[in-house]
């Protein structure tokens, strides 16, 4: 395994845990907290951005257009039993959801849920540290590498992990703060 391929790998578990970042309510009406939801749509699990126009209009209101009317009340009812926490409220034209001000108790709530995505991320890089660790000692091992050129190896992939390690933290203080802040 290629450092460059470590490295992609630990940019993908950086990804992944930003996009479990944005699924997170902030107090403020995001898109993003949907990007989760799934619609039954014609017996198929179709992402909701993929079925509808999701809009915030003002800071606390995600409407949500399907482009099929027909869909209105799978979307209603996806929304309803996904873990956004939100209920919807349909027109007969669009889904509004209005986000309610967050409850210190709900912000210390979040900001637990937002450390367990980024525990799940440092773990993700973690597991990627090791599988590269590994396939380097079996190359020594197999006198595919010198015992030096596989130290320096491991040293190059530790520094990646603790970088990618520190950029998770980073981001869990932004998003700390993000939710903590009325």
Request: charged share 35%.
């Amino acid at each position: 395994m290629k450092l460059s391929e470590v490295e992609s790998k630990m940019k993908k578990a950086i990804e992944a845990t930003q996009q479990s970042f944005n699924s997170l309510r902030t107090g403020r009406a995001n898109a993003a907290i949907l990007d989760r939801v799934t619609v039954d749509y014609y017996g198929m699990e179709t992402p909701l951005k993929s079925l509808a126009n999701i809009s915030t209009p003002d800071a606390s209101t995600i409407a949500i257009q399907p482009y099929d009317k027909g869909s209105l009340e799978k979307i209603e009812k996806a929304i309803a039993m996904s873990d956004v926490g939100l209920t919807p409220n349909n027109d007969g034209e669009i889904i509004r959801l209005n986000i309610p001000s967050l409850t210190s108790e709900r912000r210390q709530e979040l900001v637990k849920i937002a450390g367990k995505y980024a525990e799940e991320g440092r773990v993700s890089i973690r597991n990627i540290r090791r599988d590269a660790i590994e396939e380097v000692r079996k190359a020594q091992k197999n006198h595919e590498l010198s015992e030096d050129e596989s130290h320096d190896i491991q040293d190059k992939i530790q520094k990646l992990t603790d970088k990618y390690v520190n950029k998770i933290d980073e981001m869990l203080k932004t998003k700390e703060e993000d939710i903590t802040t009325v």
